[in-house]
DNA sequence: ACAATATTAGACCAATCGTCTAATAAATTA
DNA sequence: TAATTTATTAGACGATTGGTCTAATATTGT
């Protein structure tokens, strides 16, 4: 029955530079790429490996499954965007409501770059995996919590600057911001053109300012 | 090498009844349901065939592929949605704004009774497969611009009626429902609750009639 | 009775997931 | 410096599942 030789084992390679010692790293920043780009189910750990060149080995010397990997990818990419948003949002060179606009339009030209083919990691993981993954699912809405207070913020400051009316309920509105964005980005990925997010944008923003 | 003994071909078995017949029908419904809740990466011939209780040949009679099968189903649950739309959008016996008031309330009840474990087939179809899929991404573009339309036709009658500005883009507006709409599907799958839905919904009726 | 068609059973092959062994570079200790 | 321990890697492997395809037969039509 046996006939094939058995020839294991192979040895680890020259840890050359302290480069390689990111594998780690490296396999978390393509998992936020392709994992946007493809999803969950139809992204083969293969691929992965390929784009990183690293073996099926160390994958799982450094993630003890494909669901551990995505939860560490969703985290890492959670805290990178809540960076990001920072930097809109906090950007004391520009009126509030103008920063979440600023915002809006980086956003805008993300979607762009990547011709409407990525949209949002967390919006694309949480549609395809809230049924079947309990804890990616929490990880995921607390994420959202997380950056939605963060615009909160924003539009509290918004408030205390006069822009919008003094008895909105910021923490709503904010809530209302991140459900009609994450709607406008799947309609962009459909229609593949900008026109969803800027009637969502308009939308919205002559919404917070009082008229209709 | 080929120690293996061929044993092809096993026949055609009785179709009974008529009710065999609907092979096909009985398919695609549960096509609908098992897309919706696993999306289309993740869902498995095998599961389908299983609650069908149809095996693999009959299902590529009927269907070249399993992308083939996908596009069918949603063709089917674009009509079927839009037969369900219609019979809220259309009912006299209610004020046009109440209509859409309605619809919204089904919504609600669908996502209850399936947990926020299924939300809307052609959002979850969009953001898996928007990117892979080109034909199908048309196709489902192709089903929110029916949804909507049939929506704007209703605001039109809400215009008609007095009940929102009579500047008011219909059109727009009617877009705008549906991209808030499927975030708030998107959200609510992940809080597990109706929350989203219902903040979607009382922001977006009191823009439309003025207030913020 | 015979031919044509619709439908089925399940073999088949490629791909994928996660495990596991063996090897060895680097770090640590003696 | 030499011996030992630890972290990391290469990739074969088994189990499973994906979608396709062929051969067989029930049914229908002539």
Redesign the pocket.
């Known amino acids: 029955m046996n006939q ?1 030789a ?11 530079d302290q480069h ?2 990111e ?1 780690r790293e490296r396999l978390l920043r393509a998992g936020i790429e392709l994992l946007t780009e493809h999803g969950f189910a139809s ?5 992965i490996l390929k784009q990183v060149g ?5 994958f ?3 993630f ?4 551990d990997f995505a939860q560490q990818v969703v985290a890492g990419y959670g805290d990178y965007f809540a960076a990001k948003l920072d930097r809109w949002l906090l950007n004391t060179e520009r009126a509030p409501l103008q920063r979440l606009m600023d915002f809006v339009e980086d956003g805008k030209q993300g979607l762009t770059r990547y011709q409407f083919k990525r949209g949002c990691l967390v919006g694309n993981m949480g549609q395809e995996l809230a049924a079947s993954h309990p804890h990616l699912r929490e990880q995921l809405e607390a994420v959202f919590v997380d950056w939605q207070n963060r615009v909160a913020q924003c539009l509290l400051a918004a408030q205390a600057a006069n822009e919008i009316s003094e008895d909105a309920d910021c923490q709503a509105l904010a809530e209302f911001f991140w459900i009609g964005w994450e709607g406008a980005i799947l309609r962009a990925k459909l229609s593949q053109n900008l026109a969803p997010i800027e009637l969502f944008s308009s939308m919205y923003f002559s919404g917070l300012t009082g008229r209709t």
């Open positions: 094939i058995p020839k294991r084992g192979r040895g680890r390679p020259p840890k050359t390689q010692r594998t992204l083969g750990l293969e691929r690293v073996p099926k080995g160390s799982y010397h450094y003890s499954s494909k669901d």
